[in-house]
């Protein structure tokens, strides 16, 4: 790697593990189901909230449909639009300008392309508009620093950093945007499900009695990564199959399964002190990525208690996607099929349809709506909204997760959050003609972690 490495802000105080969630059992503050806050007097004459896409792929363009059909929420526009690369931006604008013509406001000059198009896409905005930070993991702290040095709201999209100093970097704009009273949202969006919110009231009430275990399972077909085509360049086609390479996204597991693992934090309503892992990839595999394509993680919590996470991504194979909870009295189910609010208690320990003994009311908002709705209405009201050091931690206990798998090692909260490993030191400075950190071997395939020798952490 020829790119130098570039000084970056940390926190100045290390978090326990159940500050982080401090702010999670909070359910007004999460839900935006009510009719949003009279519109706050915007420091624009027009009153219209302005929004930059930066990383303009699937992702981001359905963030962008979410955030301008915030119902009530007063005027809001896209104005700038940044991605690495132009066939993408462009994919995207034609898209949105079909379906919210009105509100699509990107004439050529104002869309950007390039490592540095980020920055000249937040230096369009005012106080008051939003920076959508929506590409890739890798880049996600510095783009959240300079949008916070500028003065403009965020929301970013999981994940957030791709290894610990990033995470500590997240955790340092936050602290800096609390002091400017700007607002971030961070996409884990079932964050913001009141039907989630209902449960989580019960369970603190003592409706499930002790939590003794949380099972979590994002278990998937995910197709192999084929051979990069001569014509593309190294670095291009890692950062387009940013899930494959770990430098870029922190690989499929981080950026994946982040909601479960977060979802299990937040049902614990702690951090856990330590996790187990282990993982592999089946003898047939032709996946030429740095990705396993099985995980297992045993989380323990300061008094014991265990939570299981597992993902899988073979095809042919049982599938499931949902998070369980187990209390001394009973189990419940706290999420489904694509992150659906399928929340439900059961009489017993037994996980069953015809065991169900409360279902929660629907959510009247996707989840995706729901976190654009309440960062509108906190933007309008001037209410705090800040979710970044919560999800900054998450993150981490996602790191931690995938560090134990890859090393075959039990690693700690501890080591996870002090460790100043990077995939790619000077990552900020990055340009289109640096080398790639990884290369391929001579059949064309990718450095995956080999559990006891593996290193990163």
């Known amino acids: 790697m020829t790119c130098q490495t570039e000084s970056s802000s940390t926190s100045s105080r290390k978090p326990t593990r159940r500050e982080a969630l401090a702010t999670g059992g909070k359910a007004a503050a999460g839900i935006a189901v009510a009719a949003l806050a009279p519109p706050h007097v915007h420091a624009a004459e027009d009153n219209t909230i302005r929004l930059a896409l930066i990383g303009c792929g699937g992702r981001g363009s359905g963030a962008a449909g979410n955030a301008l059909s915030v119902p009530d929420g007063g005027p809001v526009k896209l104005f700038a639009m940044a991605d690495l690369f132009e066939n993408r931006l462009a994919a995207s604008h034609k898209a949105l300008s079909q379906r919210f013509a009105p509100q699509v406001d990107v004439p050529p000059e104002r869309r950007l392309v390039g490592f540095g198009a980020y920055r000249r896409a937040i230096d369009l905005l005012r106080p008051g508009d939003v920076a959508m930070l929506t590409g890739y993991a890798g880049w996600r702290p510095l783009q959240l620093e300079y949008a916070v040095a500028k003065g403009i709201h965020v929301f970013m999209e999981k994940s957030f950093a791709t290894d610990p100093p990033g995470v500590r970097r997240i955790i340092a704009a936050s602290e800096a945007a609390e002091k400017k009273n700007l607002k971030i949202a961070a996409g884990l969006m079932c964050r913001h499900s009141p039907a989630r919110h209902e449960l989580i009231r019960r369970i603190r009430d003592g409706a499930l009695g002790e939590i003794q275990l949380i099972r979590g399972y994002r278990m998937q077909p995910v197709g192999p990564m084929g051979p990069k085509p001569d014509d593309v360049q190294e670095l291009h086609w890692q950062i387009r199959n940013f899930t494959r390479f770990f430098w870029v996204s922190g690989g499929l597991y981080a950026e994946m399964d982040i909601h479960q693992i977060d979802e299990i934090c937040w049902l614990k309503d702690a951090l856990p002190v330590s996790a187990h892992g282990i993982g592999g990839r089946a003898p047939d595999s032709t996946d030429r990525s ?40 009973r189990a419940a189910q706290f999420s489904g099929q694509t992150h659906a609010p399928t929340v439900h208690t059961y009489r017993d320990q037994r996980v069953a349809k015809d065991n169900i003994d409360w279902r929660a009311e629907a959510d009247p908002y996707t989840p995706w709506q729901a976190e654009w709705n309440a960062l509108i209405a906190a933007i309008r009201g001037d209410t705090p909204h800040n979710e970044a050091r919560r999800a900054a931690l998450s993150n981490l206990a996602d790191i931690m997760g995938r560090a134990a798998i890859h090393s075959g090692k039990i690693v700690t909260w501890d080591e996870a959050y002090e460790s100043d490993f990077q995939w790619c030191p000077g990552l900020d400075r990055l340009a289109d003609d640096t080398p790639p950190p990884v290369q391929p071997d001579a059949a064309g395939r990718y450095p995956a972690p080999t559990p006891g020798t593996w290193i990163e952490l």
């Open 290 to 329: 740095q990705n396993l394509d099985s995980h297992h993680v045993e989380y323990t919590f300061a008094d014991g208690a265990k939570a299981l996470f597992d993902a899988r991504y073979l095809s042919n194979c049982f599938n499931e996607f949902a998070t369980f909870v187990h209390g001394s009295k």
